[in-house]
């Protein structure tokens, strides 16, 4: 699904409007998830793709007030990486990481989230 679509489709399911960083760099996000520095970054990881995805996350274990793009498999556990809907910033979600019961690590927006990745 190329990264409009997914957008729109999250935008239709979740009265969600994705963040202009998040439509601007996805594809760039996509391109480094297929290196062994993604993989060496983020371990056994998966990248959402699309919204059926989000919606079955949703009714296993992510909170509701995260759309995640990203999930890690820990040992007994996953990594949710997403847009934080209970906090916004201007016209930007913030990312975060939330772990098991809290949010382990944040990001002012999806370009920040991005760099951190890739250094």
């Not at 059926?52 to 040992?75: A, G, K, M, S, Y």
């Not at 975060?96 to 250094?119: I, Q, T, Y």
């Amino acid at each position: 699904m190329d990264t409009n679509a997914f957008a729109r489709s999250v935008e239709a399911e979740f009265g969600f409007t994705c963040p202009l960083t998040f439509l601007s760099f996805y594809a760039d996000f996509l391109a480094f998830a297929d290196t062994s520095k993604f993989s060496q970054k983020f371990g056994e990881a998966h990248v959402i793709r699309d919204v059926t995805e989000v919606v079955d996350l949703h009714d296993q274990c992510c909170p509701r007030w995260i759309v995640p793009f990203l999930w890690v498999q820990n040992f007994t556990s996953r990594d949710y990486y997403g847009f934080d809907t209970s906090q916004k910033i201007e016209t930007e979600w913030p990312v975060c990481v939330f772990a098991v019961h809290a949010v382990v690590n944040s990001w002012p927006d999806f370009e920040s989230f991005l760099n951190w990745a890739k250094s």
